[in-house]
């Protein structure tokens, strides 16, 4: 018995040669990001991408999977990849640790089978998903998880479809411009974010912000991200055992 047996008792052996032969990307290594990648590290994918400009701090600790008190301090990136190893050292784990920013969209983006789109800065958000409908790269893409409460109010839809999410809002409105009305899964919630920031503070959407702005604080809560991140990984996952 191997340790991706009980997959492969659900998926088959051919879903599983896929899994262990396909390159995913994960742009964004927060609450979302950090479980998606951690989620199909035990599901068998044999290679990764993981890209995350930032490191770990202390205030990661309540919703980020590898945030520990022995890794504040440490980058994103490096801390997700010795995870990753630790669950299956027979992966491949490239790092990238900076944006994806136009400049390095395209060799990042090389070699690529599936995006787990986790980032939430507006500008590179919206730059990848407009690369990845242009190459051809199928995608899927979390909204706003921040200031919420409501794990029911989750959803998964086309980006056409979203409703009430102010990020999801600007990310359809840059993609319109573009001539990119559908076609992108997103897993959002419908849920109001709580008013819980003022303009001073930072509202939501100065916290979605372009690189290099200064961004505001949000609350957030373990579960909200880890449900989007556990149901990005099992899009994933389906699209490429061809479940859905």
Same mark, same amino acid.
């Given at each position: 018995?191997?340790?991706?047996?009980?997959?492969?008792?659900?998926?088959?052996?051919?879903?599983?040669?896929?899994?262990?032969?396909?390159?995913?990307?994960?742009?964004?290594?927060?609450?979302?990001?950090?479980?998606?990648? !951690?989620?199909?590290?035990?599901?068998?994918?044999?290679?990764?991408?993981?890209?995350?400009?930032?490191?770990?701090?202390?205030?990661?600790?309540?919703?980020?999977?590898?945030?520990?008190?022995?890794?504040?301090?440490?980058?994103?990136?490096?801390?997700?990849?010795?995870?990753?190893?630790?669950?299956? +050292?027979?992966?491949?784990? !490239?790092?990238?640790?900076?944006?994806?920013?136009?400049?390095? %969209?395209?060799?990042?983006?090389?070699?690529?089978?599936?995006?787990?789109?986790?980032?939430?800065?507006?500008?590179?958000?919206?730059?990848?998903?407009?690369?990845?409908?242009?190459?051809?790269?199928?995608?899927?893409?979390?909204?706003?998880?921040?200031? %919420?409460?409501? +794990?029911?109010?989750? !959803?998964?839809?086309?980006?056409?479809?979203? %409703?009430?999410? +102010?990020?999801?809002?600007?990310? %359809?409105?840059?993609?319109?411009?573009?001539?990119?009305?559908?076609?992108?899964?997103?897993?959002?919630?419908? !849920?109001?974010?709580?008013?819980?920031?003022?303009?001073?503070?930072?509202?939501?959407?100065?916290?979605?912000?372009?690189?290099?702005?200064?961004?505001?604080?949000?609350?957030?809560?373990?579960?909200? +991200?880890?449900?989007?991140?556990?149901?990005?990984?099992?899009?994933?996952?389906?699209?490429?055992?061809?479940?859905?």
């Amino acid at each position: 018995m191997d340790q991706f047996s009980r997959t492969k008792l659900l998926f088959g052996q051919e879903a599983i040669a896929i899994f262990q032969k396909s390159r995913i990307a994960v742009m964004g290594l927060g609450g979302v990001g950090s479980y998606a990648a !951690e989620a199909l590290a035990r599901s068998g994918i044999g290679a990764f991408l993981l890209v995350d400009f930032d490191t770990i701090g202390l205030s990661n600790l309540n919703r980020q999977l590898p945030a520990l008190h022995s890794t504040i301090g440490k980058l994103k990136t490096e801390a997700m990849r010795d995870r990753i190893l630790d669950i299956n +050292p027979k992966a491949k784990v !490239e790092i990238y640790s900076d944006f994806c920013a136009h400049e390095s %969209r395209d060799f990042l983006l090389n070699n690529v089978d599936f995006v787990v789109d986790a980032i939430d800065s507006l500008g590179p958000k919206t730059g990848l998903l407009e690369a990845c409908v242009q190459k051809n790269i199928p995608v899927i893409s979390s909204m706003g998880a921040a200031s %919420r409460f409501d +794990p029911a109010k989750i !959803e998964l839809a086309d980006i056409s479809k979203s %409703r009430i999410c +102010p990020l999801a809002k600007k990310v %359809r409105k840059y993609l319109h411009r573009r001539g990119i009305e559908s076609g992108i899964p997103v897993i959002y919630s419908y !849920e109001k974010p709580i008013a819980q920031f003022d303009h001073k503070a930072g509202a939501e959407e100065e916290w979605v912000s372009g690189r290099g702005r200064k961004r505001g604080t949000l609350g957030s809560v373990v579960y909200l +991200p880890a449900i989007m991140g556990m149901w990005a990984a099992s899009y994933v996952l389906r699209k490429l055992a061809g479940k859905i």
